[in-house]
């Protein structure tokens, strides 16, 4: 009779991914924000100039992309604004269009060293 031994590493494979976990959540942000920063509306390319990751960390695992001036949420919201170059919903557009490579991008730089 032939048997399978197993054996069960789910604390090892849980500590690496929890390990990995930021620097995988900061790169997929810098992917987005990269995907978006060409869609922002330009004036003065101050708007573009302003995107930004706020990373993740170990204590918190929340990426954020974002544009700092006072009417970066008007001009990503506003539909009906007119751009010579960039255009509305700068950064959901790109997040939505990008959603399974940045996706794939988190999971393979999560799953580093678990080969």
């Known amino acids: ?10 604390d090892i494979v849980s500590a690496m991914l929890n390990a990995n976990a930021p620097e995988a959540l900061n790169h ?5 924000r990269g995907f978006s920063q ?5 004036d003065t390319g101050i708007l573009r100039a302003t995107g930004q990751v706020t990373p993740a960390t170990a204590g918190n695992l ?6 700092d001036t006072e009417y970066a949420v008007k001009q990503h919201e506003a539909l009906d604004y007119r751009h ?4 509305a919903k700068y950064l ?3 997040l939505e269009e990008h959603r399974g490579e940045v996706s794939q991008a988190i999971a393979s730089r999560l799953g ?3 080969e």
Do not use: R
């Open 112 to 114: 580093k060293g678990l």
């Open 38 to 42: 060409p869609l922002a509306p330009i």
């Open 28 to 32: 997929g942000a810098e992917l987005l």
């Open 62 to 67: 929340e990426a954020h992309v974002s544009y």
């Open 84 to 87: 010579d170059e960039g255009q």
């Open 92 to 94: 959901e557009q790109p």
């Open 1 to 10: 009779m032939s048997g399978v031994n197993t054996e069960w590493n789910g």
